[in-house]
């Protein structure tokens, strides 16, 4: 299983947990680490190279911050431009048919702001429903996020842990997919 993680963080110097993920992960093996704004700090996204990376590994993790119930813009550039017609989608397979898409995502409100009843009224499996839908029009399985919550102020112990757990996550032999 040849995993590439694409890790989308505007200012990861200024970063708490994606740093501390996208370090941890770092040291281990069968893992491409892809780091979006340092590569394309203009938005001016190589096609050829991105696709050509997507085809070489089985599974693709998208890393980011929760930016405005979605991920930060670069993400959805990259999105618009590498998953083009013919090559993710359309009359011909998809390039991207039988592999994985795996979202871990770091968000500043906690858990229970993301229920129906909460703060923000919808849930995080509503909210990130368009990457669910594009994994499923590109044949791909969309896999349960890996998700930390409420990581405003907290502990630097309790980054590290999540950065294991997000490495066991990854090293779990079957993923469950999401509803
Ligand atoms: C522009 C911006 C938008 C944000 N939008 C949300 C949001 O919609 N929901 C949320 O829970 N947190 C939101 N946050 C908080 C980030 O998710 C949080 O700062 C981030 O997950 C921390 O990760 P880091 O330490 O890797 O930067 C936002 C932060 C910024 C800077």
């Known amino acids: 299983m040849k995993t590439l993680v694409i890790v989308v963080h505007p200012n990861l110097e200024q970063s708490k947990v994606n740093k501390t993920w996208a370090e941890r992960l770092k040291q281990e093996e069968g ?3 892809h780091h979006l704004y340092a590569q394309y ?7 050829e190279k991105e696709q050509q990376l997507l085809v070489e590994h089985d599974r693709i993790v998208f890393q980011f911050p929760f930016y405005w119930y ?19 989608y359309g009359s011909a397979s998809s390039k991207l048919q039988g592999k994985e898409l795996l979202l871990a995502i770091s968000t500043g409100g906690p858990a229970e702001a993301y229920e129906s009843s909460g703060r923000n009224g919808y849930t995080m499996e509503e909210l990130l429903r368009p990457f669910q839908a594009t994994a499923n029009l590109c044949g791909m399985s969309f896999l349960s996020p890996f998700l930390l919550q409420g990581v405003l102020g907290m502990e630097e ?7 294991e757990a997000f490495v ?12």
Do not use: C, R
Not at 70 to 88: E, H, M, N, R, T
Not at 168 to 175: D, R
């Open 31 to 33: 893992m491409t680490l």
């Open 41 to 47: 700090p203009d938005f001016k996204i190589n096609v």
């Open 70 to 88: 979605s991920s930060p813009a670069l993400l959805k550039q990259w999105l618009d431009d590498v998953l083009s017609y013919g090559f993710a």
């Open 157 to 163: 112990a309790k980054i590290q842990e999540s950065a």
């Open 168 to 179: 066991s996550y990854l090293k779990s032999q079957k993923l469950q997919t999401a509803k």
